[in-house]
């Protein structure tokens, strides 16, 4: 203890031994004179003194842990605290977590609007959204005429998607990427893995002209095989004016207005964000909390959980695509891990370019995530568990489970040649539980109900 600490200390006791003074001199002289029948036997003083006299005490020992707990050496509290593992030094791949929202400015959890925002020149009419199904089911847009949208993207059957790793298109070719679901696809800014399609109209045209999904010639060979087909004139006299030329970009307009209906706003954490305090289970409720403070949400944000969607609005606010500071992308794996070479995860670059030495993606939607497996752009994850386990330590530097590396370690830039405190979440099996049992509150009661009656 240090001599000034010393000094604070005897000033406080002092103080106390002053204070007691004074308020026995008062039992004496007023209290007792005052006080009707208690003041004036003895007893009734010995009363009165020893009640009061405990608080004193009280006082003087609370005072007295206080300073204590101030003033002990810095080392006999400190392993009561997280510091685990300290001298660890932490690889230079560490650095790309990203800032998690500072406590100042909460995270607002938002439902799914019960509609989709569309395009001025495209607008959503009852008409085009029944022809726009008419198309995606219509195996005629293939050059093979044995493979539509639906053949990927499963909507009937509730998942929209086909449950491979990666898609099978026409015949038998397969493709390299994981084919993501439709449902609520409405909701990104930016469309497909790598976030290239600015839009569902755009979208819709590359599908059917890729080699291997459905290999037709051109956009022209595309509207032909609509013109040819008679089932067609009515739905589009109906959709877009009568004797309105059937084009490929009508095609497109249909099916995105289509698929701007493909929305799930009926998921058990949507009605516990409109205010049903039941819908979600304690586990779930524990892995929303994870979910936030483990910094899922600096990437997964907004209602519909992709920080590239349209949806991070706050109630009232025109739909916008938000605006962040690389656009849509992330990096993906942002940190090296046992993870990458067990999954494959930097073969396919995506956004990143041939050179690059690790992939960027786009940010996905995690609605309805439990019914889409198998996960990540080359579908090499089959469980909802392990995807938790590489997000949470290639995007967020966190420890799971057996790694070693646990809690605050040192960080060392080679930059700046400067050596820095980083806490790393740590998360435990139980946790990255709670957290996939939180993805699964994501899942529409309506698509649940489907797939449970396949
Ligand atoms: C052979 C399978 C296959 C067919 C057929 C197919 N898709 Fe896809 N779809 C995929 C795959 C795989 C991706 C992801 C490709 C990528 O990111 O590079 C995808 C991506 C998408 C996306 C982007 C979703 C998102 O979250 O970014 C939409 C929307 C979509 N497809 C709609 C359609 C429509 C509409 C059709 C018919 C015109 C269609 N697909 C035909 C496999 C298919
Ligand atoms: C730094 C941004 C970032 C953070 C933080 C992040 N993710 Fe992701 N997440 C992504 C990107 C990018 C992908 C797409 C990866 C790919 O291309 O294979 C993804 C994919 C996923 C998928 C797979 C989706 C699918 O359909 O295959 C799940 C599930 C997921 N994240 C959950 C989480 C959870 C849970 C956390 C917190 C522990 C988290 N993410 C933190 C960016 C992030």
Request: with cysteine; aromatic share 8%; proline share 6%.
């Amino acid at each position: 203890m240090s001599a000034e600490n010393l000094g604070f200390l005897l000033i406080g006791i002092a103080a106390v031994i002053l204070g007691a003074t004074i308020i026995v001199m008062l039992v004496r002289s007023e209290l007792a004179a005052a006080s009707g029948n208690v003041g004036k036997s003895s007893g009734g003083k010995l009363v009165l003194a020893v009640a009061l006299g405990m608080g004193v005490i009280a006082f003087s020992f609370k005072l007295a842990v206080f300073t204590l707990m101030t003033t002990l050496p810095r080392q006999t509290i400190t392993p009561l605290m997280v510091e685990r593992h300290f001298a660890e030094i932490v690889p230079a791949s560490w650095s790309t977590m990203p800032e998690i929202p500072q406590k100042d400015e909460p995270y607002v959890w938002q439902a799914l609007p019960l509609a989709a925002p569309a395009p001025a020149d495209n607008p959503t009419t009852p008409e085009k959204v029944a022809l726009g199904r008419q198309l995606f089911y219509d195996a005629n847009l293939s050059q093979t005429r044995d493979v539509s949208c639906a053949s990927c993207h499963d909507v009937d059957g509730g998942t929209g998607v086909d449950s491979r790793r990666t898609s099978k298109g026409i015949r038998g070719q397969m493709g390299g990427r994981n084919a993501p679901t439709v449902w609520n696809a409405a909701f990104q800014a930016v469309l497909f893995w790598d976030g290239r399609s600015p839009s569902l109209e755009d979208q819709a045209k590359g599908p059917p002209l890729n080699p291997i999904e459905m290999g037709m010639a051109s956009g022209e060979a595309v509207a032909q095989r609509v013109r040819d087909d008679a089932a067609y004139r009515q739905p589009f006299d109906r959709a877009f004016g009568k004797n309105a030329p059937i084009t490929f970009d009508r095609v497109a307009q249909a099916i995105a207005a289509y698929e701007r209906t493909l929305i799930t706003p009926d998921a058990p954490y949507d009605r516990f964000v409109r205010g049903d305090r039941l819908a979600l289970t304690p586990a779930q409720l524990r892995g929303m909390a994870l979910f936030q403070s483990t910094g899922c949400i600096s990437c997964h944000s907004g209602a519909n959980f992709s920080g590239a969607s349209f949806v991070n609005l706050k109630d009232g606010d025109p739909p916008a695509a938000v605006a962040t500071d690389n656009g849509h992308l992330r990096m993906f794996p942002g940190n090296d891990t046992p993870y990458v070479q067990r999954y494959n995860l930097v073969a396919d670059k995506g956004a990143g370019g041939r050179d690059a030495d690790r992939g960027v993606w786009r940010i996905p939607s995690l609605r309805n995530v439990a019914l889409t497996g198998p996960y990540l752009h080359n579908g090499s994850v089959d469980k909802l568990e392990e995807v938790v386990r590489i997000m949470a330590m290639s995007q967020l530097g966190a420890s799971v489970g057996t790694d070693t590396h646990q809690g605050r370690m040192v960080f060392w830039s080679q930059d700046d040649r400067s050596v820095s405190k980083v806490d790393r979440p740590v998360l435990s099996d139980g946790d990255v539980q709670d957290i996939a049992a939180f993805l699964k509150s994501l899942t529409s009661d309506a698509l649940a109900k489907k797939v449970a009656a396949r």
